[in-house]
């Protein structure tokens, strides 16, 4: 059976909207907090990676006399009312089957920087809102597309350079938007639209801040606003070359993290990977995707350059959040649009939909409410956050 869960999902969201803001404001306050210290990344040493929404709350922080602190905070708190809007607005007309439910409400989406409060706040929430705006264009305004592409990618790589790895989502729209069935000479001209954002993802690769640039903005931060650069901050320093990164990340590596994250993968991404296998494309004549009998395969090719991603650094669990964003939000777009065939009588017979509702409601709690992964890859999984998010919150206001 399918239905509408648009009062549930407002609910829902207005209280994760609701925990997020209470652990960012108390994460404004801590000093050593990782979302913070990436916040404090800017411009006043030179050019550099992730520099623009610090350099940005660094001018509203000046411009009104604030505490920096306390300008990232409001900021924060914007950004993550504008993505829970924009995920609603999303979402509220499609109609659900379990299945789709279970793809909603998996702890590795929505659920999860709220569950793992060291995500909270981080920078990809802008990426999320990009592509959330983009995916909102039109198919048929090619213009505003084009536009997109040339501003939004571009935008999102000063914001959160990894962006580059995720590319082949906007390359696949574009194929699909577009009908393209071969590489052509109309394939070749549209992918020039891509080229500032590779261009500028390269620059920012292979030109680091020197030590005397780094020395400057952690001198600036502490001098005017009294805010040392740690962690992500520091991180520029230390990490300041692609061979670093890779290096850095080396003695972490065992079997248990592989199994771990595997499992984590093949059980988070389950709801949507079952309706990616009983989904195809309405035109099976596209470039790419007609060599492939469903849409698993081309959409887990989509997704094999994050691999080096995951390579290069050690937030596994936040990763694993971010490439789920964009991989449902990507599915349900196509699907909104009308632009894929699912299978919905195979999708009736799947064992899922063959549990009594009772059952059905037990499996839900503990697949979505259930397990999260930790932050860093070298975290077990957690468990419950449903009941330890409220938990947690109704603790810190009982002690303060």
């Given at each position: ?46 050019f550099t990676k992730r520099g623009i929404i610090g350099q940005i709350s660094i001018f509203f922080s000046r411009l009104f006399s ?335």
């Amino acid at each position: 059976m399918e239905i509408k869960i648009k009062k549930q999902l407002f609910i829902y969201l207005l209280i994760l909207f609701f925990f997020s803001i209470f652990h960012l404001n108390i994460k404004s306050s801590v000093g050593n907090d990782s979302t913070i210290a990436e916040w404090l990344i800017n411009y006043t040493g030179g050019f550099t990676k992730r520099g623009i929404i610090g350099q940005i709350s660094i001018f509203f922080s000046r411009l009104f006399s604030s505490e920096l602190r306390d300008i990232i905070f409001y900021f924060q708190s914007t950004i993550t009312a504008v993505y829970y809007l924009l995920v609603f607005n999303f979402l509220k007309d499609i109609k659900f089957d379990r299945i789709f439910l279970l793809a909603i409400f998996t702890p590795i989406f929505l659920l999860y920087p709220v569950a793992e409060i060291e995500v909270l706040g981080r920078k990809e929430l802008f990426l999320f809102i990009i592509i959330l705006i983009y995916l909102a264009i039109p198919i048929n305004n090619k213009n505003l597309i084009n536009i997109g592409k040339l501003t939004l990618l571009p935008l999102g790589i000063l914001i959160y350079e990894p962006l580059i790895f995720l590319i082949l989502f906007w390359i696949a729209t574009d194929i699909i938007y577009n009908k393209f069935e071969k590489l052509d000479f109309n394939f070749i001209k549209n992918s020039f639209t891509y080229l500032p954002t590779i261009l500028l993802a390269g620059y920012i690769a292979v030109n680091p801040l020197s030590n005397e640039e780094h020395a400057q903005m952690a001198s600036i931060l502490k001098t005017e606003f009294n805010e040392r650069c740690y962690t992500a901050c520091h991180m520029l320093l230390t990490h300041s070359t692609i061979l670093k990164n890779f290096q850095h990340n080396l003695d972490k590596y065992s079997f248990e993290v592989i199994i771990r994250y595997l499992l984590i993968i093949i059980i988070g991404f389950g709801p949507l990977f079952i309706l990616l296998f009983n989904s195809n494309l309405k035109d099976k004549n596209l470039f790419f995707f007609k060599y492939f009998k469903n849409l698993l395969t081309p959409f887990l090719l989509i997704l094999s350059p994050v691999i080096v991603w995951f390579a290069m650094a050690g937030d596994w669990g936040r990763f694993v959040n971010i490439i789920y964003v964009f991989s449902i939000i990507f599915f349900i777009s196509l699907y909104k649009n009308n632009l894929i065939l699912l299978n919905k009588n195979k999708l009736k017979k799947n064992y899922i939909n063959k549990f009594s509702k009772k059952t059905f409601i037990i499996i839900f709690i503990f697949f979505c409410f259930g397990w999260n992964p930790k932050t860093m890859l070298t975290g077990d999984i957690a468990s419950f956050p449903g009941y330890r998010i409220p938990y947690k919150a109704l603790k810190i206001m009982l002690i303060n």
